[in-house]
Structures are given as C-alpha cells and as structure tokens.
C-alpha cells in the first residue's frame, strides 16, 4: 500500500513539474518578446518593454528557484457548507457540509489539495498545488483530531528533487471510513494505527482514541507564551504532538514567529525522522530541525564519547575548567616576555613581571577574553607611558592630551609592537582552546579541584581524536561564548565596473538567491529564535541546556520528554541547568499517558526494566495487543550469526524496518554482522535508538547495555520500546539465561 500510494503522489508530482516547465517556457516567451518590443525606438515602448522584461524574470527566477522539492504536504477534504472558490481555484469552507457524514459513519471525500511552497494552476486554473500561505492551506496546519473542520487526512509528503520518497498520513477523523473516487481511502504510517483503533467494535477503544485525541489537542492549542512542558512514555506520540505545535504556531501567528522555530532533536537519526513529518516551511526558513551535534555552524559530531568521559564533559563543573582554559590559552603557545619599542628616541622595554601584573589586571574582569585585547593594549601604552617619564613635562592638560596622542600613535605603528601584541594576546577560538587542553598536564592545571585526575586524563585523550563528540560541541559553544567575537571593520561592496562606467544600474534581473540558499544563509545569521522546541530533554546534559538556552534568551518553548528514558546519570543537575535555560517564565505541564505505538505484550516486558530504573513509576497504558509474545534467543554459534539470523526471521514477517539495538561499543561490530540484509535492517547503538520505531527489534545482551553507564537501565528501557510489532531479545553470556532463554534482568 505504502509503494502504491507514493506513486499515486509521484504521479501528481510529475503533472505538477510538467505544468511549472510549461510556465517557465511562458516566462521565456514573455522576456523574448518584450525585447523585440524594444526596436520601436519611442521612450514609452522603451519603458514598457523594460517594465515588462523586469516582471517576466522576476517571475521566470521565482519559477526556477522554486522548481525542486517544494510539494510537501495534502489534505482530503469533506464538501464544505460554502461552495465559493477563493481565488486559487480552492473552496473556502472551513465546516463540513450538512449531510456530509452519513448516518452509517461513511462519508465521500470532495476536494484534495496538495500544498507546497507556490502555488500552481493548470491549464483550466484547477489548483495543482495550494501556496502554503494561502487562506485554503490553513486547514493543513490547524485542524487537528478535536477540531478536524473538513479534513479527513493529512499527508506529509517527503521528496528530493523530482521523486516522492515516502508519506506520512494523519487522521482527523480515525472513526469515519471514508470513500475517494470510489474506494476505501488509504492511509499510511501511524495513522493507519490510528484508523484501525478509531474503527474498532466497542465503545471502549473509541473512547481511548477520543482520550489519545484530547490530550494531544490540548498540547498542540497551548498558549505560547511561556513554557510547555509535555511528558509522556514510550510510545505516547510526544514528537509528533510538538512538531504539530510547531506547524500550528507557526501558521497562527506567523508574524510572531516568523523569527524562527529551532527543533533540537538528541540524535541526527531523529532530525531525519523529524523533517520527514514536518518540512521546513516557507521561504524564510521558518522551522531549523538541528540535531544536538551540530546546532554550531562549521562544527559536527562524528564520534562518540565513553561514558565516564561524557559524564565529565557534560557536567555543569566543566563550565569552570572552559572558563580556566579560556584564559590559560592565551599562555599556552609560550608567549614574548619582554615587549621592547622606540618612543620620542628612547628605547622602552617591559619585562616579564610588569606583563604578567598587567594581564592579570586585563583577565580581573569577566568580559569575554577576545573583547579584552583593546583594554590589554591600552594598559601596555600606559606602562610605558609612565616609563617614558613624558607625563610632567606639560602642565597644560591639552599640550599633555597632545604630546599623549603623539605617543600611543608612534607606538602603536611600530611592527615590534604590533608583533608583540598579537603573540602576546592573541585572538583565540574555541577550536584552539580545545586544543590546547588536549595536553593533559596543562589540562590538570587549568581543572585542578575541579575534575579528578582520571576524568582529566579522559578527556585530554578524547580531545586528541580526529572529529568531535556532542559533548565537545556543547563545549566549542561555550567556549564561543567566554572568548566572544572581536569586531570586523564591514568589507566594502565592490562595484560593478559596468557601474562605474556608466553610473546606471541595469534594470534586467539579476539572479536571485535562492529559497534553500536564503534560508541557510539566515540560519547561519540567526543565533536566537522566537520558539524553541527541545525533543527528548531528558537527555540533554547540563552543558548542552546552556548551549540551546543561549538560542531562545527570548523564546518560547515546548519541552518533550520521559525522565523515565533518560540516559544522563545525573538527573537533578540537569533539571537545575534546564531550569536555567529556560529562566523564570511560567510552567505548563501536560502528561501523554497512553502508548498506541507499542502492544501490551512489549510495553509488559519492557515495564519489568522500568520497575527497577525508576522504582515507583508508572508506564503509560499500552491500548492493543497483537497476541504475539516477545521471542527470546540465545547465543549458538556465535553472537553475529545468532544476531543476524534472527533479523532475516523478523525481515520475513514484517513488511517495514526492523532495528537491532546494541551497546554503543558494538555498533560497528553489529553493522558488519548485517551486511547485504538490504535498507530494512538497521543496527544502532542504544543512545541513537531513542525516539525512533521499528516494526520489529533485535535487543542484543540486555546486560551489556544496562551496564554501559548509570543510566543503563533506563537506556535498556528505552531499547526495548522501540518495536511496534515484533520484539526479539538475544541473551549473550553476561546475561544470565533461564532455560526459556529469558535473561535474568526480564525474569519476574
């Protein structure tokens, strides 16, 4: 079904790129024939034609600059009660028609409008795509399963360039079986779960789906002005009700928003999810998805800290030893200790002692140490000023002002002195502070009563690797922030020689920039955002809770996420660093309490883990059952072929994905073990398994992930929520198997 219904969208797609080529062959027509127009000679046909040939490309450049990946979206719509066409060929009812629902619960679908970022007629001005901004795309973003108005289903509609790569449908209206063109519409992803929930016999499922559309309505419609904190366990649709919020804030008060909203995802297996269900919308760039490792430009995270070292990167205690550093750098490349220089024909010199007086008296301060270098500069002038004894030679305070400007102006264009000041307080960026507490003898100095000599030997090896971790980028973040940015004098536009020689500017149009092209160049702009979306918080560290706090000082937020699932050892220390990022706005909490992703049979087993992680808590109530129990394995031959065995089984029983979660050491061991099993099969370490869902899911050696970190437990639990059909765990020797092959972690 999947396959059939995204070419059914590729075939819409391909109508729609044929009608943009012929648009874009009009344009042409519209440029060619003004210039011709051009030959009549008279001042009024040379202003037409000018006028002309400028609105044809400026039309021709929006036609080209929006000719790839611009369809994302569709929604089925109910007849509407007002039959009026807007002016985009769509009808403008927002409720459904009288009769319109038939007392069978059947209904036919009227309208489908498929949205994207222009909007497209074809030749008899039927919409092909609706502009997203345009009144009839409203229902896309505000209509939700409480308030469905006309819409039965939404897709989301991911491409790349001219292909469909997959859709993502949501139910409106999961209770209704409605009819397109004749027969059953279709739905895929979660909302065929949803449908088959809406629709089952009994009051009771129908009340708990009512109950799954209300608590997710309330969060999606919360007032933004403030923060929203949702929780909810495994399964309980948390991601999607904050990328709906997003859609939903967006689109309601776009003027407000139109700021940005930053989406910070923990892993960029989730950003890729991420953007599948919510596109980045419009030509501003509205909607940033950024995983963690790489919410700094020019930075990304490759490789993966142990725990003891993530541990000791991510604490709040680590703020202290960047702050050390920050200033220990300047030091750390062995600078001058003598600045000699030439003045009113004496030779002055400053010797090791006075310079460290005065840098001492520079760092006394806590402005940043790259905007300290003009008051170090002034104090070295200073000292020597006073060394060249000239300050009583005047009593008239202007010959004295003079004869000092005379003097800073000699010394500060001599090469000796510049030369000095540059290797003496040179500008330092994160990346070379990073650097320099790679030695760990000097990184032992600079974290002295701070970290404990093995976390400072960890982390000086860690910084010697090639690439970096999240945990560095949240320090390299930091570290921007104690350094600070000097000032640039602005660079100078170059003119056109065609400008300069004829003083006229041509009124032909220059191309323009792109959407995608405007959009990164804002983002990189942009170091704070009108909303801020945190997904799975419970994961940040505090060190990357001031990192996204510094990106949303302004902001609203929503905050999603399960401190049940967190894999931070120490959750208070986060909470008081969450609650400083987000400062003294006021709180609203919402708790998603029921999971429709994961069948009872899993959520049981997976409850066991949770009794023993967080004693006392209570997992969110699993609403089907599929009768099938989780499979238990042990070991044969060997632990790769038993792993692999076991995904070709599950790959043979279900149609989607199956996931094979293992500790984070053994990821790329578990890659080499499913090699040529084809794009369905996934091997992921059990930190990047958070958030996403698999048909089915190989959890290899329970222990092994358990005993990983003091947060194992949780991750274990988190592991083993990921499948939404078929659960297989694989028992290695640490794990302790009964005769059923039930590990000792599961056992009752």
């Known amino acids: 079904m999947r396959d059939r219904e995204i070419s059914v969208e590729q075939e819409h797609l391909d109508q729609v790129y044929r009608r943009l080529e012929e648009k874009i062959h009009e344009a042409e027509f519209l440029m060619h024939d003004a210039a011709r127009r051009g030959q009549v000679g008279t001042p009024g046909a040379l202003a037409e034609r000018d006028a002309q040939v400028f609105r044809a490309g400026v039309h021709l450049n929006r036609l080209n600059n929006e000719f790839e990946d611009f369809l994302f979206g569709r929604i089925d719509?109910?007849?509407?009660?007002?039959?009026?066409?807007?002016?985009?060929?769509?009808?403008?009812?927002?409720?459904?028609?009288?009769?319109?629902?038939?007392?069978?619960?059947?209904?036919?679908?009227?309208?489908?409008?498929?949205?994207?970022?222009?909007?497209?007629?074809?030749?008899?001005?039927?919409?092909?795509?609706?502009?997203?901004?345009?009144?009839?795309?409203?229902?896309?973003y505000r209509s939700t399963p409480v308030e469905p108005g006309r819409v039965v289903r939404r897709r989301v509609i991911r491409s790349k360039g001219r292909k469909v790569l997959g859709v993502e449908d949501d139910l409106m209206r999961p209770e209704l079986t409605a009819f397109l063109d004749g027969n059953t519409l279709p739905v895929i992803g979660d909302g065929a779960l949803m449908a088959a929930l809406g629709q089952a016999r009994g009051h009771t499922m129908r009340d708990i789906v009512a109950s799954i559309q209300a608590e997710q309505d309330l969060v999606i419609r919360a007032p933004a002005a403030s923060v929203t904190y949702v929780e909810g366990g495994p399964g309980t649709g948390k991601?999607?009700?904050?990328?709906?919020?997003?859609?939903?804030?967006?689109?309601?008060?776009?003027?407000?928003?139109?700021?940005?909203?930053?989406?910070?995802?923990?892993?960029?297996l989730l950003v890729a999810y991420t953007e599948g269900v919510l596109p980045s919308l419009g030509e501003e760039g509205q909607v940033a998805i950024r995983a963690i490792g790489s919410l700094v430009d020019g930075a990304e995270a490759?490789?993966?800290?142990?725990?003891?070292?993530?541990?000791?990167?991510?604490?709040?205690?680590?703020?202290?030893?960047?702050?050390?550093?920050?200033?220990g750098a300047l030091e750390a490349g062995e600078p001058p200790t003598r600045l000699r220089?030439?003045?009113?024909?004496?030779?002055?010199?400053?010797?090791?002692?006075?310079?460290?007086?005065?840098?001492?008296?520079?760092?006394?301060?806590?402005?940043?140490?790259?905007?300290?270098?003009?008051?170090?500069?002034?104090?070295?002038?200073?000292?020597?000023?006073?060394?060249?004894?000239a300050a009583g030679r005047h009593s008239?305070?202007?010959?004295?002002?003079?004869?000092?400007?005379?003097?800073?102006?000699?010394?500060?264009?001599?090469?000796?002195?510049?030369e000095f000041l540059d290797a003496w307080w040179p500008e330092l960026t994160p990346r070379g502070v990073l650097t320099a507490m790679a030695d760990e003898r000097r990184l032992g100095r600079w974290a002295r009563r701070v970290l404990n000599p093995g976390e400072v030997r960890r982390v000086a090896r860690s910084l010697r690797r090639e690439g970096l971790t999240v945990h560095d980028i949240a320090m390299l973040d930091e570290l921007q922030a104690i350094l600070g940015t000097p000032a640039r004098p602005r660079k100078r536009r170059e003119l056109d020689p065609l400008d300069q020689l004829t003083g006229l500017e041509e009124l032909m149009p220059v191309r323009e920039e792109t959407q995608r092209e405007r959009a990164e160049r804002l983002a990189q702009e942009r170091t704070e955002y009108a909303h801020v979306i945190v997904d799975e918080a419970q994961d940040l560290t505090p060190m990357q809770w001031r990192m996204v706090g510094r990106r949303g000082r302004h902001a609203?937020?929503?905050?999603?996420?399960?401190?049940?699932?967190?894999?931070?050892?120490?959750?208070?220390?986060?909470?008081?660093?969450?609650?400083?990022?987000?400062?003294?706005?006021?709180?609203?909490?919402?708790?998603?309490?029921?999971?429709?992703?994961?069948?009872?049979?899993?959520?049981?087993?997976?409850?066991k883990v949770l009794a023993l992680a967080m004693p006392g808590s209570t997992s969110p109530s699993a609403v089907r059952s599929t009768g099938v129990q989780p499979r238990f394995?042990?070991?044969?031959?060997?632990?790769?072929?038993?792993?692999?065995?076991?995904?070709?089984r599950l790959l043979d029983l279900v149609d989607g994905t199956v996931g094979v979660v293992v500790a984070m050491n053994r990821r790329e061991e578990a890659a080499r073990w499913l090699t040529g099993l084809g794009d369905r099969v996934v091997a992921l370490g059990s930190l990047e398994a958070k958030g996403l869902e698999y048909d089915a899911t190989v959890v290899v050696s329970p222990a092994e992930i358990a005993d990983e970190?003091?947060?194992?437990?949780?991750?274990?639990?988190?592991?083993?929520?990921?499948?939404?059909?078929?659960?297989t765990v694989v028992s290695a020797d640490r794990d302790d198997p009964d005769a059923n092959g039930v590990p000792d972690l599961l056992r009752d």
Do not use: C
């Open 341 to 389: 220089v030439v003045a009113f024909g004496r030779r002055l010199e400053l010797e090791a002692d006075a310079l460290q007086r005065i840098r001492h008296a520079v760092l006394g301060g806590t402005a940043p140490v790259n905007l300290l270098r003009p008051r170090a500069r002034k104090l070295l002038l200073d000292a020597l000023w006073e060394q060249s004894g």
């Open 709 to 727: 970190s003091p947060a194992g437990l949780r991750v274990l639990y988190v592991a083993l929520t990921r499948a939404t059909q078929q659960l």
């Open 396 to 418: 008239d305070p202007e010959l004295a002002a003079e004869l000092r400007s005379s003097f800073d102006e000699d010394i500060t264009s001599e090469d000796a002195f510049l």
């Open 302 to 327: 490759t490789l993966y800290d142990s725990p003891q070292t993530a541990r000791a990167k991510g604490s709040s205690r680590m703020l202290k030893v960047l702050r050390k550093a920050a200033r």
């Open 556 to 607: 609203t937020w929503t905050v999603v996420g399960d401190p049940a699932q967190s894999s931070w050892s120490d959750p208070d220390e986060a909470a008081e660093a969450r609650d400083e990022a987000l400062g003294s706005r006021p709180r609203r909490r919402f708790e998603l309490t029921v999971n429709y992703r994961n069948p009872s049979e899993i959520a049981d087993l997976a409850a």
């Open 77 to 140: 719509l109910l007849p509407g009660k007002d039959g009026k066409k807007g002016p985009d060929g769509a009808y403008t009812a927002v409720e459904p028609a009288e009769g319109a629902v038939r007392e069978d619960n059947t209904a036919d679908i009227a309208e489908t409008l498929h949205i994207g970022r222009i909007g497209v007629l074809d030749e008899d001005y039927s919409p092909l795509v609706i502009d997203w901004r345009a009144p009839a795309a409203a229902p896309f």
């Open 633 to 648: 394995g042990v070991v044969a031959d060997s632990l790769g072929s038993t792993v692999r065995a076991e995904a070709e």
């Open 239 to 268: 991601t999607a009700v904050a990328l709906h919020r997003a859609a939903y804030l967006l689109y309601q008060d776009r003027r407000r928003y139109a700021g940005g909203i930053l989406i910070v995802s923990p892993t960029p």
